[in-house]
T-cell receptor, first 114, second 113 residues
Framework: NAGVTQTPKFQVLKTGQSMTLQCAQD?????MSWYRQDPGMGLRLIHY???????DQGEVPNGYNVSRSTTEDFPLRLLSAAPSQTSVYFC?????????????FGSGTRLTVV | DQQVKQNSPSLSVQEGRISILNCDYT??????FLWYKKYPAEGPTFLIS?????DKNEDGRFTVFLNKSAKHLSLHIVPSQPGDSAVYFC????????????FGDGTTLTVKP
């Protein structure tokens, strides 16, 4: 069981570049989310999805796009990278009974924008 | 306005003793609360949860207590072990907002041998 797989693990971007962070899960989870964690802070929700074809904004959505064409994949696109987007990004998934069992998180993508 | 607060950035306890991690929340719509544990360079892992209809939930060495009137919850670890050294995040969710959790800033627990 791979769980939640995030790629790449590390990335350095120049200001203005775009890129896609990949996230895939093999647990048939309905819910998927993207969070970012800045130093000394908790996780903040960027975007989330309750099923294929359905996405919604979280707390800090500006500068990011998502789509969910399949149950398994939930890519996060940075449109024009800015230094403020330097962070660690976590993808998470859960069953629709999620409050009871919590999220399963990926191991994270550490992004640096210079 | 931070809706979930963990006011102690760090906690140090001796192996074998009790660790008590605290969390306060402000949003009365929250009806489910979770604790996650995070080691460096890894993603958080789910530890234990509690519904607002309960005031206590146990799982082995871990117990979560919820005081709804005070909007306060705590995680007790007994006995504490060196492998418990990690960052602990409190998270809160509302069933009306499926799929969304609000996290605190975390408490770094160090268990000394």
């Amino acid at each position: 069981n791979a769980g939640v797989t995030q790629t790449p693990k590390f990335q350095v971007l120049k200001t203005g570049q775009s890129m896609t962070l990949q996230c895939a899960q093999d647990m048939n989870h309905e819910y998927m989310s993207w969070y970012r964690q800045d130093p000394g802070m908790g996780l903040r929700l960027i975007h989330y999805s309750v099923g294929a074809g359905i996405t919604d904004q979280g707390e800090v959505p500006n500068g990011y796009n998502v789509s969910r064409s399949t149950t398994e994949d939930f890519p996060l696109r940075l449109l024009s990278a800015a230094p403020s987007q330097t962070s660690v990004y976590f993808c998470a998934s859960s069953y629709s009974t999620w409050p009871t069992y919590g999220y399963t998180f990926g191991s994270g993508t550490r992004l640096t924008v210079v | 306005d931070q809706q979930v607060k963990q006011n102690s950035p760090s906690l140090s306890v001796q192996e074998g003793r009790i660790s008590i991690l605290n969390c306060d929340y402000t949003n009365s719509m929250f009806d489910y609360f979770l604790w996650y544990k995070k080691y460096p360079a890894e993603g958080p892992t789910f530890l234990i949860s509690i519904s607002s209809i309960k005031d206590k939930n146990e799982d082995g060495r871990f117990t979560v207590f919820l005081n709804k009137s005070a909007k306060h919850l705590s995680l007790h670890i007994v006995p504490s072990q060196p492998g418990d050294s990690a960052v602990y995040f409190c998270a809160a969710s509302a069933n009306t907002n499926a799929g969304k959790s609000t996290f605190g800033d975390g408490t770094t627990l160090t268990v000394k041998p």
